[in-house]
């Protein structure tokens, strides 16, 4: 029970749990946590974030990708494409198990829900004003600053201060995880910032086959937007990254 594909599973698994968790106690009613805003939500998608990296690298994945669309900006950085499938099944797969996890724990809460657009929000995300192609921008320039800066971090000028010694133990993923704060607060507002096309349709997949009380459809018109986007960006990011030497 110690490989990368486990690790990237149970991270992954770990985010989206914890991550549709704190959007599930923000926005279903008789939860404690109800209409306590966005703050929340981005605070607790920045903890879900810590929390995943770190279960993938102790059981077996240091790269901690969590995420199909950092694992291509590695990809297209290193030139090596050869693990990427396998990376992908992991992650779709764990946010798929995350996200039942998630609505088995707040079963009770789904019936008392009004408004089928809401319970859909809780898995996936949503343009706030529907612009198909600048949704991709917005996606996609997410996801670049996400790869972008994630890059700089792992960077010799940054991970060794400039001197030869290496940040302490735990604090890249804290770093990475803060990163992913500021992206939602910043940028989040115009798409929900899914910046992960696996956080996006692994819940959406499971949103579709659970049988959820008055849950409505998945909006699968808009679904293309955070995997095209999200790819998009981190493919370009990527490139900068390699010819960067960072």
């Known amino acids: 029970m110690h490989s990368v594909w486990f690790g990237e599973f149970l991270g992954t698994l770990v985010l989206v749990l914890l991550g549709t968790g704190v959007n599930a106690g923000v926005t279903l009613r ?23 990296v770190l279960v ?6 240091p790269g901690a990708n969590l995420n199909p669309a950092i694992t291509l900006a590695s990809a297209v950085t290193s030139g090596n494409f050869s693990q990427m499938a ?7 797969l764990g946010a798929m198990a995350g996200a039942a996890l998630m609505a088995l724990h707040y079963a009770p809460h ?20 529907r612009s198909p192609a600048l949704n991709i921008v917005s996606e996609a320039l997410g996801t670049a600053v996400l790869v972008v800066v994630a890059g700089a971090i792992s960077s010799h000028g940054v991970s060794s201060n400039g001197a030869g010694s290496n940040l302490p133990g735990g604090m890249g993923p804290f770093l990475v995880a803060n990163l992913v704060w500021g992206i ?4 989040g507002g115009t798409t929900g910032y899914a910046i992960n096309p696996a956080r996006d349709l692994g819940p959406r997949l499971v949103h579709a086959l659970l049988p ?9 018109r808009y679904a293309p937007i955070p995997i095209i986007g999200d790819l998009a960006g981190a493919a370009l990011a990527g490139l900068l990254l390699r010819y960067a030497h960072l």
Not at 30 to 52: E, N, P, Q, R
Not at 56 to 61: E, L, R, T, V
Not at 111 to 122: E, F
């Open 30 to 52: 008789k939860s404690y946590a109800a209409d306590s805003g966005w703050i929340v939500i981005t605070a607790g998608w920045m903890l879900a974030v810590l929390c995943g």
């Open 184 to 187: 939602g607060l910043s940028l």
């Open 110 to 129: 789904w019936a008392v829900t009004p408004g089928p657009v809401d319970k859909l929000g809780v898995f996936c995300t949503n343009a706030a004003v």
């Open 56 to 61: 993938a690298q102790a059981f077996g994945s």
């Open 86 to 92: 396998r990376f992908w099944s992991a992650q779709l």
């Open 212 to 220: 959820i009380p008055g849950k409505g459809g998945s909006n699968w």
